[in-house]
């Protein structure tokens, strides 16, 4: 972990939304290639973290470089190099899988041979070539969120954070969802992930879990069940939780 590059570096990040502080004073690193469990219970924080980190919005103070740019003074250098997949479905569904493709494609700034290409080798890997032309409001929940990952990457982002991506999804899905996630970190794509799901937090590298807007844990799953005890992070989750 040492020797890997930071892609994300934050330093006593705060957000406050008049007297009350979503963010206090959050500080840590993100590696080069790594996958990162940012998580915690409604309201601890997380999304006004994870909407700074992907230029949305503005610390209050602070720090916070994401690939190589402040957020503060560069929110739209940080939108170009990373790539987003939100907890709502995020593509569109009165367009067809091809059109969805073209429409982010070019709103990354890829070439029309680009988007082909991408397009093209998407499918094909997922198994989808058939569905090309076929409008996202007929495709299975499963099937669009495979699709909006690839989507999502579709420019090689050095950053990629998927909130929540694995939502409603049948198991096998799940696990297929994360089969790409694996294939592209080894790719060196940076992915940050939150989740309810605690046996994927298994699946991270290292998990940051924040409670009251702090983050009050962050590790290896492994030895964060070792310092709090237990046998599984869903274990090491409620005793933070309670406090």
Request: proline share 3%.
């Amino acid at each position: 972990m040492l020797n890997r590059a930071k892609i994300i570096e934050v330093e006593n990040l705060v957000k406050k939304f008049g007297s009350f502080t979503a963010n206090d004073n959050l500080t840590f690193d993100v590696y080069k290639g790594e996958i990162f469990g940012f998580l915690g219970a409604n309201g601890a924080g997380k999304t006004s973290a994870i909407r700074i980190l992907c230029g949305l919005s503005p610390p209050t103070s602070g720090k916070a470089i994401v690939a190589g740019y402040d957020v503060a003074k560069y929110p739209n250098k940080v939108k170009a190099n990373i790539g987003y997949m939100s907890q709502k479905f995020s593509l569109y569904n009165d367009m067809t899988v091809k059109e969805n493709f073209r429409f982010y494609g070019g709103i990354y700034g890829l070439s029309k041979k680009q988007i082909v290409d991408k397009t093209n080798y998407f499918l094909e890997k997922l198994e989808m070539e058939k569905t090309r032309n076929v409008v996202l409001s007929e495709i299975p929940l499963g099937w669009k969120q495979k699709l909006a990952f690839s989507v999502a990457i579709i420019h090689d982002p050095k950053v990629v954070f998927l909130d929540e991506p694995t939502g409603g999804v049948d198991p096998i899905t799940r696990r297929q969802f994360w089969e790409m996630i694996y294939e592209n970190a080894d790719k060196g794509t940076t992915v940050f992930v939150t989740t309810h799901y605690m046996d994927e937090a298994e699946y991270c590298e290292r998990v940051s879990i924040m409670s009251e807007g702090k983050i009050e844990a962050l590790d290896t799953p492994a030895n964060l069940k070792s310092t709090y005890g237990v046998n599984s992070m869903n274990d090491v989750f409620i005793k933070i939780a309670r406090g």
